[in-house]
């Protein structure tokens, strides 16, 4: 199954405070999991959204249709508290 990848603002404002090769492993892993998105996202138990490991940073993302949208990028002790 073939995704497409849609970034929020808020994803984007998030990835451009990260330092360039942070943003760039997120944005590189992302684009790897788009062939079976399945296999490497972890549902979130509260709300219908998935979390993306990328080392010490978490990228929430939700799935509709063929589309990848990605919500918010953060740190792990972090990212969870608005969700």
């Given amino acids: 199954m073939k ?3 849609r970034w929020t603002e808020t994803a984007i404002k998030q ?3 990260l330092d360039k090769a942070t943003s760039k492993t997120i ?3 992302v684009e790897e ?3 079976d998105p399945f296999s ?3 549902k979130l138990q509260s709300v ?3 979390s993306l490991r990328v080392g010490n940073y978490r990228v929430i993302l939700s799935i509709e249709r063929n589309n990848l949208v ?3 990028v953060g740190h792990r002790n972090k ?3 608005k969700y």
């Fill in 27 to 29: 944005i590189d892993r």
């Fill in 48 to 50: 219908p959204l998935y």
């Fill in 70 to 72: 990605i919500l918010d």
């Fill in 15 to 17: 990835l451009k405070k």
């Fill in 33 to 35: 999991i788009k062939s």
């Fill in 3 to 5: 995704v497409e990848v």
């Fill in 79 to 81: 990212i969870y508290l």
């Fill in 40 to 42: 490497f996202l972890k």
